[in-house]
Structures are given as C-alpha cells and as structure tokens.
C-alpha cells in the first residue's frame, strides 16, 4: 500500500566463483615493448603529441609543434574545425561503410595524405622510410618532401608499391628543378605538388630561441637537452648523419646551408608553374593557396588542383584557417579540380568536416610526426589508425555510408569571425 514503509533489503549472498569472475574481468596479455605500450594507452592524436614530448628532444618537438610568428593561424587552422556542428540524418543503413574515395585517378582507403615534412629522420630515426612504407600498407599516398632526409630513390626502396608524391620547392638553379622532376618521373612518382608559400622562410620563434636551424647548429643549452634523450641521441649518431637526401648529389654539390637558402626563392612566380606544367606529365597540384582569386588563377595554368594550406601556421602568421576559406576555393575551382586541405587535422572528425565542406581529402603533417616521435614506424600507423576508426564512425553516426556521399548539409559552420576569416572575396 502507498506510503507503507519497506522491508529492510535483504541480499543472499555466497562466495566469489573464480569461473565467474574470469567472465567479468578482462585481463590483458602483459606487453613486453614499452613502444608498444606507450601507443596502446594513445587513444587519440593528442596522446600521441604529449607521448611524443616525453620522447624527442625539446628543440626537435618544438620544430615538429610550432608555427610561426605567434602562432595565431596555427591556432586558427585547430579552432576552426572545433566550431563545426554536425547535422545527421536518422534512419539510414550504415552496415557496410565505405571510407574510400577516387583522388586523382586512384582509389584511395580513405580521404587522408601523408603530408610533406621536411628532415623526417630527425623527429625519429625511422624517418621518411617509415611514413612511406605505412602509406603503402594501408593505402593512401605519401608526399616526399625536397628537403627529406630520405633521397626520391630510397623512399621507392623502402615502399614499391605506394602511391608516391613529391613536393618540389622550385628553385632559381633550372639544373636542379630538372634533376628532381627528372629522378621523381624515373623512380615512378604519380604527383608533384609544387609549394608556393616559402618564398622566404617564416620566422618560428621556437626554433630561434631554441638554437635550432636546418641543418642543425646547436648551442650547448640544445646539447644538453637532447642528452636527456639517450634512446633518440643513441639512433641518431648510429644510422647514418641527417643531410637533405635528395640534394646532396645536384649539379654543383651545393652545402647544405647553401641547399637551405636555395629553397627559398623571392623571385618566385607563375612561370614557375607554367615550366612545371609543359616538364611534368604526371597529376600536379599547387600547394599553398589560401584565396579563391589565386586558386583561380593557378587551375587556369593547368595544375590539377590545390591544396589549400598555409602550411600548417608556420610561414605567414595570421593567414586565414584553411578550413574557413575551402568552400569558396571549391567554388571558385568548380567541381572537377583536386582540391586537398591541410593545417589543424588532428581527429577524424575533421577528415568528416573537410569533406563535407568541399576538400577530396585532407593532408596530415603533425598527427602523423607525433607519433612518429612517439613510436616510429608504429607510431605513424596506430596515428592512422586513430584518424581512420574516428572518421569511419563519425561517418556512420552521422547516416553516412560513403565518403562521397558527405555533403555541406551534413555540417553547420558558424558565420567567419570567431578567430576565423572575416570575409574571402571570391
Ligand atoms: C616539421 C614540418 C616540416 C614541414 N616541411 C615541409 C616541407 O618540406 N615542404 C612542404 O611543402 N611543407 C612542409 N610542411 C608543411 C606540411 O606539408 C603541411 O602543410 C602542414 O604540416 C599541415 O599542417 P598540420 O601539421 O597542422 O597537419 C612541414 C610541416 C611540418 C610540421
């Protein structure tokens, strides 16, 4: 009856059975590598970025980390895809989901580039090798930086069957911007992708403050520092010195110092491209674009595409995030154009966002280097597999069954403005 009051609770009770406990609990195999266990406890890219500082150097993290100037459009590039809301349809089948997509002729695992980073082998001495050779094993393409510290050659070696990229900076020697397309076409690199935002070296202040220049000078205070890094220091000075790998033997055998300043070259300009396009019969995507005006312009010189970067915050400081101005680049390009975006991707979500507002997929630069710094080789590939099980099921939560089938009506983007790009005339 209502208001009666309750017997006392009475619970049978017996001994634990060992039989049911075990059904229970889940005991895990003890794993011997501390490597292995540091990127099992990663569960995110941002456990891979604080695994990474416990692991590398202070001056070698902050070179991978920082950005240039004060490092407002690093920040920019971050918070814009954390503004994104996701609108999804109910009701949809999911079973089956297909993360793949077509890029430039090849069907890829999902809509994900391993980006270009120069002097790999000093985050961890598995360098460019490594990235390459997880590309090739879960099928995306790798894009081989001009100032690697792996050479065209050996980065084919080390990955026969990836779909191979090269990054060219396009320098005042002819010589040598023919030696590198020339070595990229014979080893079989399908891409170039010509970058257009160094034509002079941005300013990150870590690195200054560090003491830290590529190649590498160091001061004392940087020596000692990295002496608290034995494992990293011990696989450094045993596996061969760092040098810009695909330069050391171009006509002239410039220094290295004279290789670092050759990247950068003021007189920079469209005829650049123009050379680059009448030299190269493979896919050739622009890199460094930010307006839709020179996205425009660069399309109608015949690259194939873009990608939209400013490469990751660390050349012009309080440039726009790349995520805020991708839809009016999309626009002004139109739908056949390759359009990639890159700079802040550090979740699958912003695979799912890039897409659905524009991008064929996206590059990663740091998501990949932290957990290279993390655990080498196996760093990069539990880094992909974090953005691939992220993106897979944020796709299917949103009614998604194919990448292709993401679109801008499954995204909502605040109007610019909140730290993001006020206004991109097209
Ligand atoms: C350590 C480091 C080195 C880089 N080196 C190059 C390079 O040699 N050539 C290039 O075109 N971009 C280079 N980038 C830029 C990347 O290709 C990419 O645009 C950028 O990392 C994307 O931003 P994210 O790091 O936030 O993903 C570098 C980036 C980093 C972090």
Not at 125 to 145: D, I, K, M, N, R
Not at 334 to 342: C, H, I, K, W
């Amino acid at each position: 009856m209502v208001g009666e009051p309750l017997e006392p609770v009475s619970t049978a009770r017996r001994l634990p059975r060992w039989s049911e406990v075990r059904e229970v609990v889940r005991f895990r195999r003890p794993r011997l590598g501390r490597t292995a266990r540091r990127l099992e406890h990663a569960l995110t890219i941002r456990d891979l970025r604080t695994a990474a500082r416990r692991t590398t150097p202070r001056a070698v993290f902050d070179y991978v980390d920082g950005a240039a100037e004060e490092e407002i459009t690093a920040a920019r590039n971050v918070a814009a895809y954390r503004r994104v809301t996701f609108l999804p349809d109910a009701l949809r089948s999911v079973a089956d989901p297909d993360p793949g997509v077509e890029l430039l002729g090849s069907r890829i695992a999902m809509p994900l580039v391993f980006a270009p980073t120069g002097y790999t082998r000093m985050m961890h001495h598995h360098g460019e090798a490594a990235v390459a050779a997880v590309a090739q094993h879960v099928g995306v393409p790798y894009a081989l930086s001009t100032v690697g510290s792996t050479s065209i050659e050996d980065v084919r070696a080390a990955a026969p069957g990836a779909d191979l990229w090269f990054q060219l900076f396009f320098t005042a020697r002819p010589d040598v911007n023919e030696d590198l397309v020339s070595r990229a076409e014979a080893a079989g690199y399908s891409t170039i992708l010509l970058t257009v935002d160094t034509v002079v070296s941005g300013m990150r202040l870590r690195d200054v403050v560090n003491g830290l220049t590529i190649p590498p000078t160091l001061t004392a205070r940087t020596v000692l520092d990295m002496s608290r890094f034995p494992a990293w220091w011990f696989n450094e000075l045993t596996t061969g010195g760092l040098a810009f790998a695909s330069l050391t033997g171009v006509p002239g055998n410039p220094t290295p110092g004279e290789v670092a300043s050759m990247m950068f070259d003021p007189g920079l300009d469209i005829t650049a491209l123009d050379w680059l396009r009448r030299r190269w019969r493979g896919k050739l995507l622009v890199k460094g674009v930010t307006t839709p005006a020179s996205a425009g312009e660069v399309v109608e010189h015949g690259a194939d595409g873009v990608v939209v970067s400013n490469h990751g915050g660390r050349q012009l400081d309080r440039s726009a995030a790349t995520l805020d101005v991708l839809p009016a680049i999309r626009a002004a390009v139109g739908p056949e154009a390759t359009v990639l975006v890159d700079g802040g991707v550090l979740h699958g979500q912003d695979v799912v966002a890039a897409r659905a507002l524009g991008a064929d997929a996206v590059m990663i630069g740091r998501a990949y280097l932290y957990g290279l710094m993390a655990g080498g080789r196996d760093g990069v590939l539990r880094a992909y597999d974090i953005l691939a099980a992220e993106y897979q099921r944020s796709m299917q939560l949103l009614g998604v069954r194919r990448s292709e089938e993401l679109s801008a009506r499954h995204v909502a983007v605040p109007p610019h403005g909140a730290g993001g790009c006020p206004h991109v005339p097209s």
